[in-house]
Nanobody, 123 residues
């Protein structure tokens, strides 16, 4: 059973930084792409970033490219999202997600989700 547990959210001023973490368990972590999504009130959940099992390849939404960095530590079964130059429009619940199939990801959705962590950026 795949379990994902996020941490690291909080309140930050515009221009500030936060680092989110997602600890995974239940299968061989390094075989699977890991991703981050977010959902603001009244909107659909949207793709933020994903990283391949090896960590070599990463993918970003245009809205966060150059400001956010996804990384992973396969020895710790953990994926991170470093968020810099935060903007009020980055305010959302951030979800860690992953997929049933190895070496696969979709920007549309994921198969497994964490409980989410709130990120609030004040202006």
């Amino acid at each position: 059973q795949v379990q994902l547990v996020e941490s690291g959210g909080g309140l930050v001023q515009a221009g500030g930084s936060l680092r989110l973490s997602c600890a995974a368990s239940g299968r061989t972590f390094s075989m699977y792409v890991m991703g981050w999504f977010r959902q603001a009130p009244g909107t659909e959940r949207e793709f933020v970033a994903a990283i391949s099992g090896s960590g070599i390849n990463s993918y970003y939404a245009d809205s966060v490219k150059g400001r956010f960095t996804i990384s992973r530590d396969n020895a710790k079964n953990t994926v991170y999202l470093q968020m810099n130059s935060l903007k009020p429009e980055d305010t959302a619940v951030y979800y860690c997600g992953t997929w049933k199939t190895d070496n696969y990801y979709s920007r549309g959705s994921a198969d497994y989700w964490g409980q989410g962590t709130q990120v609030t950026v004040s202006s």
